[in-house]
């Protein structure tokens, strides 16, 4: 479905701007609208981070872009909290923006995508806090195309973990 999603968009809004998109992820805004939280490279090599609006008229489903901010002007993505599954982040630009993903695995391929991106494109210090670096950095043991994966291997180990350590207590 999400590619779907993505094919759409892109056909829809970003190649009619020139602009190539690389990532996109659901946030949760409002009951009643679907909004998008969007990485798209222009034609001129800027990285520009953009909230979509989605919305049907009729049988034809319809993006508007509500908000659009630079990568370069972003100074630091905070996950919230690196030790829980979460779908919770902030953005910070000249403001900080509070998001909350569909999921923690959209949050963190989200948090990839844009490091990734900001690597290729502008390569400057972008602080990235309150994640588990491992699945951020795409130069790590477990990284592969697909994040959402990652973060479930996470998940699991996580809760093989705890269930280990309920069933064998430690002395």
């Given at each position: 479905?999400?590619?779907?999603?993505?094919?759409?968009?892109?056909?829809?809004?970003?190649?009619?701007?020139?602009?190539?998109?690389?990532?996109?992820?659901?946030?949760?805004?409002?009951?009643?609208?679907?909004?998008?939280?969007?990485?798209?490279?222009?034609?001129?090599?800027?990285?520009?981070?953009?909230?979509?609006?989605?919305?049907?008229?009729?049988?034809?489903?319809?993006?508007?872009?509500?908000?659009?901010?630079?990568?370069?002007?972003?100074?630091?993505?905070?996950?919230?909290?690196?030790d829980t599954d979460n779908?919770?982040?902030?953005?910070?630009?000249?403001?900080?923006?509070?998001?909350?993903?569909?999921?923690?695995?959209?949050?963190?391929?989200?948090?990839?995508?844009?490091?990734?991106?900001?690597?290729?494109?502008?390569?400057?210090?972008?602080?990235?806090?309150?994640?588990?670096?491992?699945?951020?950095?795409?130069?790590?043991?477990?990284?592969?195309?697909?994040?959402?994966?990652?973060?479930?291997?996470?998940?699991?180990?996580?809760?093989?973990?705890?269930?280990?350590?309920?069933?064998?207590?430690?002395?």
């Open positions: 479905m999400s590619s779907l999603v993505k094919e759409d968009l892109q056909k829809k809004l970003f190649y009619p701007l020139g602009q190539s998109l690389r990532e996109f992820i659901e946030i949760e805004c409002s009951a009643h609208d679907r909004f998008y939280l969007c990485a798209a490279v222009t034609k001129d090599g800027e990285v520009e981070i953009s909230m979509v609006k989605h919305f049907r008229i009729d049988l034809d489903e319809k993006y508007e872009m509500a908000e659009k901010w630079l990568l370069k002007d972003l100074e630091m993505i905070d996950g919230k909290e690196a779908p919770y982040f902030d953005m910070h630009f000249e403001k900080v923006y509070s998001w909350e993903a569909h999921s923690c695995a959209s949050k963190y391929a989200f948090a990839r995508t844009l490091n990734k991106l900001n690597y290729m494109y502008l390569n400057k210090d972008l602080k990235i806090v309150n994640f588990d670096i491992t699945y951020i950095n795409d130069d790590s043991l477990w990284s592969s195309n697909n994040g959402d994966c990652l973060v479930l291997m996470k998940i699991c180990f996580y809760a093989f973990n705890l269930l280990c350590l309920s069933l064998c207590p430690m002395p």
